[in-house]
């Protein structure tokens, strides 16, 4: 189980915005910036999900909207053993929204730096999709969203990773 967890670390902490196998996410532009939005954007995301990815099960629990922010908690479980964690903020910021996370081993010592986050700025808001640089979320139903992520597979290759969830409450 050590292996697969630094090799899901190695996968998911390098998350980038490469232009390859991309057709759910968006690259973001510092020319054009975030577009101005607000978290009833994406207040659907409130909630319970399940579902499967990296060979187990995932899980994501959203906090509704509250003091400008929605937070987030993952877990991957993969026979039955706790892959890794994060925690995750969407948060309203100089008019837009800005989406950081954490990751963490199962014995909840961080991946990251103490004080370092991996984020990721808005992008765009069409309708049921919400596009932060490399990582989309989409609204299926009330009951069912897929989340894109790119994913930097190394020597400049990249991959789109989908998450299919179901809402659990």
């Not at 995932?58 to 908690?73: I, K, Q």
């Not at 993969?78 to 963490?104: P, S, W």
């Not at 010592?109 to 370092?116: H, N, P, S, V």
Request: hydrophobic content about 40%; proline content about 2%.
């Amino acid at each position: 189980m050590k292996n697969f967890t630094i090799l899901i670390a190695f996968v998911l902490v390098t998350a980038v915005s490469i232009g390859q196998n991309r057709e759910n996410t968006l690259g973001y532009d510092p020319e054009k910036g975030s577009p101005k939005a607000d978290l009833e954007a994406i207040a659907w995301m409130a909630g319970s999900w399940k579902g499967e990815a990296f060979g187990g099960i995932v899980e994501e629990v959203w906090t509704p909207p509250l003091g400008g922010s929605m937070m987030c908690v993952f877990k991957l479980v993969v026979n039955n053993e706790i892959g890794f964690y994060e925690i995750v903020t969407i948060t309203e910021e100089e008019g837009t929204l800005m989406l950081r996370l954490k990751h963490f081993h199962a014995n909840l010592k961080g991946w990251e730096e103490k004080d370092e986050t991996v984020d990721f700025r808005l992008v765009k808001v069409d309708g049921d999709r919400v596009y932060f640089d490399g990582f989309t979320f989409e609204r299926i139903s009330d009951n069912e969203v897929n989340l894109y992520v790119m994913i930097n597979e190394g020597e400049g290759k990249a991959e789109e990773v989908q998450f299919h969830y179901k809402k659990e409450s």
